[in-house]
């Protein structure tokens, strides 16, 4: 691929934020959120942090309890 300055680049896969697992490009159950950074009053910070997950943990069921693991270090910081 080139763009119109004859720039060569690759195509870099996005990868499960939780497992590393690649996302697919025909994997159409996998999502990327975007969730915003709070202080400790609530207000918003203007800052987010986006998480890519498979497909495979949304239909076992397991998307929810990989959002609150990646979430957590959000308080820490």
């Known amino acids: 691929m080139s763009n ?3 720039e060569k680049f690759s195509y870099i896969p996005r990868k499960c934020s939780y497992s590393n697992q690649i996302l697919a490009s ?3 159950s996998s999502i990327q ?3 915003g ?3 400790k009053k609530g207000l ?4 987010s942090k986006i998480y890519a997950l498979v497909g495979i943990l949304r239909k076992k ?3 929810d309890r990989a959002i ?3 979430s957590e270090d959000i308080d820490k910081n």
Do not use: A, E, Q, V
Not at 44 to 47: I, Y
């Open 4 to 6: 119109y300055h004859k």
């Open 26 to 28: 025909k994997d159409h």
């Open 33 to 35: 959120i975007s969730i």
């Open 37 to 39: 950074i709070l202080n």
């Open 44 to 47: 918003f910070l203007g800052k």
């Open 61 to 63: 069921g397991y998307s």
């Open 68 to 70: 609150n693991f990646l």
